[in-house]
């Protein structure tokens, strides 16, 4: 009877554990699920673009994390990104001035953090 149980007991961990397992490998180690494709800005002109940011970003793990990020700056209207999850770096164009706020706001709202924000001179 009490092997029986324990028996039980570790097929459900099992299960519970390969069915983790699935859902990380379907969405990434982030969890970032359905922005892996980059959504590109609809102009990409970069001479249209006349202030440039280079922000630091902490805990980006993955090619999925870069990508949530970029998505995040691209689909607001006026700015467009390209983000490295490998130099943990994002570069951030906007045709008008952006406040360290809605950098900030953009990042740590996916919940990554952000080291640094420089302000690139043209």
């Known amino acids: 009877m009490t092997t029986g149980i324990i028996i039980s007991a570790l097929v459900v ?5 390969v069915r983790t397992y699935v859902k990380k490998l379907s969405h990434g180690c982030c969890g ?3 922005d892996k494709e980059k959504k590109v800005a609809k102009t990409v002109d970069l001479a249209e673009y006349k202030y440039r940011y280079s922000v630091k970003i902490g805990g980006m793990t993955c090619k ?3 990508a949530r990020i970029e998505n995040a700056f691209n689909r607001q209207e006026g700015i467009f990104a390209r983000v490295n999850f490998k130099s943990g770096t994002a570069e951030v ?4 001035p952006l406040s360290e706020f809605v950098i900030r706001q953009t990042v740590v ?3 990554y953090s952000v080291e640094e924000i420089i302000q690139n001179e043209l």
């Not at 961990?13 to 554990?17: F, N, P």
């Not at 164009?93 to 008008?96: C, H, R």
């Open 13 to 17: 961990l099992c299960l519970i554990a």
């Open 32 to 34: 970032a699920g359905g």
């Open 64 to 66: 999925n994390c870069a």
């Open 109 to 111: 709202g996916l919940g």
């Open 93 to 96: 164009s906007a045709k008008e």
